[in-house]
């Protein structure tokens, strides 16, 4: 049970990650309009860093890595908590590129369900290659669902937000 969250969690890192790669400016302007001043090659290396960091979930796991993934998402709740509290027009905290993500609770509630399966992904020291290969059928099936859930978490960063304000 907790692979499978824990790869979505991975996969949405590294997805996130790609995307602020290749376009850092909304997050730059995100973490610009709470104060905090990044400039675009700063964001790209901590994007980079999400990038690797998803990867090397999926690829080699174990207990550091896993604190690491957790981390990252109590530290993108606690950035959606400050946008909120702050009550700045954030029109996107930039978590997918250029895709508009505006701060809502419910991507708080996301980045702790996230961060909560990554920890409980780095007690059991997951190695999901290991455990996927384990039971070859069975791990392909927890593969795509895991693309499927990563898929649905961008929907819900993505849409919900949307469909809730109106």
């Known amino acids: 049970m907790v692979l499978g969250a824990a790869l979505v969690g991975a996969l949405v890192l590294a997805g996130a990650g ?5 376009d850092p400016a909304p997050t730059a302007g995100a973490l610009r309009a709470l104060g905090v001043p990044a400039p675009g090659w700063v964001v790209r290396v901590g994007a980079a860093a999400e990038l690797v960091l998803g990867v090397l979930a999926v690829v080699v796991g174990g207990a550091v890595v896993w604190v690491l993934v957790a981390l ?9 908590v400050a946008a909120l509290r702050a009550g700045t027009m954030v029109g996107s905290c930039g978590c997918f590129g250029r895709v508009d993500t505006p701060p809502h609770p419910l991507h708080v509630v996301v980045d702790l369900a996230l961060a909560a399966a990554a920890g409980g992904a780095a007690v059991q020291g997951l190695v999901p290659l290991d455990e996927l290969a384990d039971a070859p059928g069975q791990g392909l099936v ?6 499927l859930g990563a898929v649905a978490v961008y929907v819900a960063f993505v849409g919900l937000p949307r469909a ?3």
């Open 142 to 147: 927890i593969a795509a669902l895991s693309v």
């Open 18 to 22: 790609a995307l602020k790669v290749v």
């Open 164 to 166: 809730l304000s109106h």
């Open 72 to 80: 990252s998402y109590l530290a993108f709740a606690g950035f959606v």
